[in-house]
């Protein structure tokens, strides 16, 4: 956004008034004014030697254009005492804003917190989707406010969000929870801190997702069944995974039905988010190569052994099969390895490949099968699928011969 003409006339003059040192700049940030220079002396709260840096001072006098010569005597004073080495830092409860003396105290923040979470629970989110992915977020906020007196959102925002790696999944998580905490307050989010955010598809893996190959699958099952702790329900529970691309919440209320011969799930689970939710769905079995068209007998396996109770009465089913998996990746191996990168959703992502390139399904018809929207289907495995036919369509160009030059 542009700066006024009355901020710019202002940096003019105090450009003109430090005799033309640079290095300091006026900047209207949340309708103040502040100073900002790397001449600074360090906070309070910073640590001895710490590397130099742009540092914001905000001024008391208010930003409109006819205040302009008592915000230039102000910013003045504070670059000539800083020159005099004689400026120090206002104490934090002697310089709040007007009107925001508490709000980005823990207190308060817990207080809006509480506010939105009355407004999400029940209505878009679950009280374990609160726990497990907001709560983490919002506690990691309110230790950070404790840990001195914060003057400006940006800089308590800045330091929270930098706890997380940058491209990560989880900045990404926390920057949306503190964006949407300060939508529910009322309170103007720094536009400042967009690049924080990142981009998670920045650090994906070039290939795509990790799925399981067949040969994988073959071993996970030779594993399970060999397993002591393991029996036939769990095989069930993970064919299931297998055959039907599930998430593993949608073991929960699971039927299994047999139309000639051929296994059919009908899957009454929803998933239930800010963007919607999905109904119930019906999806036909895509087995592996080399698996019988009935899933090795799934649904009469289904009829007789279930579904472990441990699986589908576990608040979130994905975290006991996760258990599983790890404790059978580090079994000795029977026929092949079993990478510990592997997790329960690479069964679904092999069953989305096998609809894509197997079957050769277009991407809503593979999308509607596994119960989300065409846009995330190709998000996630557009790599996986695109670049085969890429590949193969740009070999083809390369080995067609040239034409003949008189024709």
Same mark, same amino acid.
């Given at each position: ?7 710019k ?6 450009? =003109?008034?430090?005799?033309? =040192?640079?290095g ?8 103040? &004014? ?6 600074? *002396?360090?906070?309070p709260?910073?640590?001895a030697?710490?590397?130099? @840096?742009?540092r914001?001072?905000?001024? %008391? ?19 000539e005492?800083?020159m ?18 508490r ?9 809006v917190?509480?506010?939105?979470e @009355?407004g ?7 009280i374990s989707?609160?726990?497990r992915?907001?709560l983490? #977020?919002y ?18 925002l ?9 491209? !990560?999944r ?5 920057f ?19 690049? &924080?955010r990142?981009?998670?598809? $920045?650090?994906? *893996?070039?290939?795509g ?10 071993? +996970?099952? $030779? =594993?399970?069944e $060999?397993?002591?702790r +393991?029996?036939?329900?769990?095989l ?6 297998v055959?039907?691309?599930?998430r593993p919440a949608e073991?929960?209320?699971? /039927?299994?039905? @047999? ?14 988010n800010?963007r919607?939710s ?12 080399g ?14 052994y ?5 699986? /589908?009465?576990h608040r979130?089913?994905?975290?006991? &099969?996760? %258990? ?12 092949a390895?079993?990478? !510990?990168?592997?997790?329960? #959703? ?5 069953f989305?490949?096998r609809?894509?390139?197997d079957?050769g ?24 699928l695109e670049m *085969? ?12 011969p040239?034409?003949? $030059?008189?024709?």
């Amino acid at each position: 956004m542009a700066s006024p003409p009355w901020l710019k006339d202002l940096s003019r003059s105090f450009k =003109r008034s430090r005799g033309g =040192r640079g290095g300091w700049f006026l900047q209207l940030h949340h309708d103040r &004014l502040r100073v900002l220079s790397a001449e600074l *002396p360090l906070r309070p709260d910073e640590p001895a030697g710490a590397a130099p @840096k742009v540092r914001a001072v905000t001024l %008391q006098t208010s930003a409109a254009p006819d205040k302009t010569s008592e915000a230039l005597t102000e910013a003045m004073a504070i670059h000539e005492a800083v020159m005099a080495g004689t400026w120090r830092w206002p104490d934090p409860e002697d310089c709040l804003p007007a009107g925001n003396e508490r709000r980005l105290r823990p207190e308060e923040l817990n207080k809006v917190i509480l506010r939105l979470e @009355k407004g999400l629970l029940g209505e878009t989110v679950g009280i374990s989707t609160w726990q497990r992915t907001y709560l983490p #977020y919002y506690g990691k906020l309110t230790q950070q406010a404790a840990n001195r007196h914060w003057l400006l959102d940006e800089e308590l925002l800045e330091t929270t969000l930098r706890h997380w790696a940058p491209n !990560s999944r989880s900045r990404q998580m926390a920057f949306n929870r503190y964006r949407q905490l300060w939508k529910a307050a009322g309170w103007p989010w720094p536009e400042s801190l967009a690049p &924080l955010r990142g981009n998670g598809k $920045a650090v994906a *893996p070039p290939e795509g997702v990790r799925a399981f190959s067949d040969e994988e699958i073959t071993e +996970l099952r $030779a =594993r399970v069944e $060999a397993s002591l702790r +393991l029996g036939a329900a769990d095989l069930v529970a993970w064919d299931c995974l297998v055959a039907f691309g599930l998430r593993p919440a949608e073991l929960k209320g699971l /039927v299994l039905l @047999k139309e000639q011969g051929h296994p059919v799930a009908v899957v009454s689970h929803t998933k239930r988010n800010s963007r919607g939710s999905t109904g119930q769905r019906r999806v036909p079995a895509v087995p592996p190569a080399g698996w019988p068209a009935d899933c090795q007998q799934l649904v009469d396996r289904f009829l007789t052994y279930g579904l472990p109770d441990c699986v /589908v009465q576990h608040r979130s089913p994905g975290e006991v &099969l996760s %258990q599983q998996l790890k404790r059978l990746q580090q079994r000795q191996a029977i026929a092949a390895e079993l990478p !510990s990168e592997l997790t329960s #959703y690479g069964l679904r992502h092999a069953f989305a490949l096998r609809l894509g390139l197997d079957l050769g399904l277009h991407v809503r018809e593979s999308a509607a099968l596994m119960g989300h929207s065409p846009a995330v289907h190709l998000q996630t495995y557009g790599r996986r699928l695109e670049m *085969p036919r890429l590949e193969a369509r740009v070999r083809e160009l390369v080995n067609r011969p040239p034409l003949d $030059a008189d024709h």
